[in-house]
């Protein structure tokens, strides 16, 4: 009778005990893995609050180093509007030069 007995307290207990512990394991398993995606979606977030401010600083030095180009273009373009307005004068001179070359060769 005790084997009988025997016999039948793991079955018993495989039917009643297991369902029960395998929805208490599932609930675990489910509550840590919740809780393990809400620390990686943090750290994404924290990850994603650093990377922004690294671009947003990028942006910032790009945008300055663009008013330093476009400041440099200026006075490039500035520079190059005034040896147009000489390049005229310089060839007048060149003319009157050689005019004068060719006065002084004829007064020989």
């Known amino acids: 009778m005790a084997a009988?007995?025997?016999?039948?307290?793991?079955?018993?207990?495989?039917?009643l005990l297991i369902p029960a512990m395998e929805s208490r394991v599932r609930s675990i398993v489910k509550d840590?893995?919740?809780?393990?995606?809400?620390?990686?979606?943090?750290?994404?977030?924290?990850?994603d609050d650093k990377l922004e401010a690294r671009f947003e600083?990028?942006?910032?030095?790009?945008?300055?180093?663009?008013?330093k180009l476009e400041?440099?273009?200026?006075?490039l373009d500035t520079k190059?509007?005034?040896l147009d307005k000489r390049f005229p004068m310089?060839?007048?001179m060149a003319e009157i030069k050689a005019r004068l070359t060719q006065i002084e060769k004829n007064q020989r």
């Open 32 to 47: 840590e893995v919740a809780h393990l995606e809400k620390v990686v979606d943090a750290r994404f977030d924290a990850m």
């Open 80 to 82: 190059i509007d005034s």
């Open 90 to 92: 310089l060839q007048e």
């Open 71 to 75: 400041a440099r273009f200026e006075t």
């Open 57 to 67: 600083a990028m942006d910032d030095k790009f945008e300055a180093l663009e008013d």
């Open 4 to 15: 009988r007995i025997g016999e039948k307290i793991p079955g018993w207990v495989e039917r």
